[in-house]
């Protein structure tokens, strides 16, 4: 009799290990489609010529590093009237209708 309890209970633990490693690999395959997503969505985010400017209410702006070299800046400009330079940065006329549209969105 107790052969026949010790062999159910290590049948059980075998069969649960079983269900267990099936749940493992299962959810493994779903983490590893996860991140295979998530680098695709890197890569289109790193190569995307859309970038992040945040302009505050007093007219700092805080932007990527990226986006100062696109900008053709050395230093990152802490004011947005500092985007408009003579050889680098925004033309004067571009930095103008900027300040308005920002000044116009934060009404």
């Known amino acids: ?8 209970v290590l049948a059980l633990l075998i069969g649960g290990a079983g269900y267990a490693l099936f749940v493992g690999w299962r959810l493994r ?4 489609s996860g991140l295979a997503r998530m680098r695709e969505a890197e890569a289109l985010r790193s190569v995307s ?6 302009v ?3 007219g700092r702006v805080e932007m990527p590093p990226r986006l100062v070299d696109w900008l053709g800046l050395s ?4 004011f947005l009237q500092d985007l408009a330079n003579e050889d680098t940065g925004l033309p004067a006329a571009e930095a103008q209708a900027l ?3 920002i000044q116009a969105a934060q009404r």
């Not at 009799?1 to 159910?8: D, I």
């Not at 395959?29 to 590893?32: F, K, R, S, T």
Request: proline fraction near 7%; charge should be negative; include cysteine.
């Open 29 to 32: 395959g779903e983490a590893q």
């Open 1 to 8: 009799m107790a052969a026949v309890v010790c062999g159910a």
């Open 99 to 101: 300040a308005s549209d």
């Open 75 to 78: 230093i990152a400009p802490r």
């Open 49 to 54: 010529p859309a970038m992040a400017m945040v």
């Open 56 to 58: 505050r209410a007093d």
